[in-house]
């Protein structure tokens, strides 16, 4: 999906379907990027580009969008977080 203005791209959503998501075996959407132009964040576009991949996600029968943020990307966080999505697990790492 793309988001424009004045016949200009100013964002992005890269979205793939898989049947099966883990241990569970139900359809998945899994949101591999989504992007704004930083001209043109905080003007609705991130939320507009998930809500109609939700749509999109939700006619195909998926039963649930799956993504990864880094957690320094508090801003992608609180978005996401507003949009109704629960954290599902951690990644944990430690240099040595």
Request: with cysteine.
């Amino acid at each position: 999906m793309i988001a424009e203005e004045n016949d200009t791209i100013v964002g992005l959503c890269i979205t793939s379907i898989k049947d099966k998501s883990g241990m569970l075996n139900m359809k998945t959407a899994y949101m591999d990027a989504l992007v704004v132009s930083e001209k043109y964040q905080n003007k609705g576009y991130a939320k507009e580009l998930f809500n109609e991949t939700e749509k999109k996600a939700k006619s195909m029968g998926v039963a649930r969008i799956d993504l990864m943020v880094w957690e320094f990307n508090k801003h992608a966080i609180e978005l996401y977080a507003s949009l109704g999505m629960k954290t599902q697990r951690y990644i944990f790492e430690k240099e040595i």
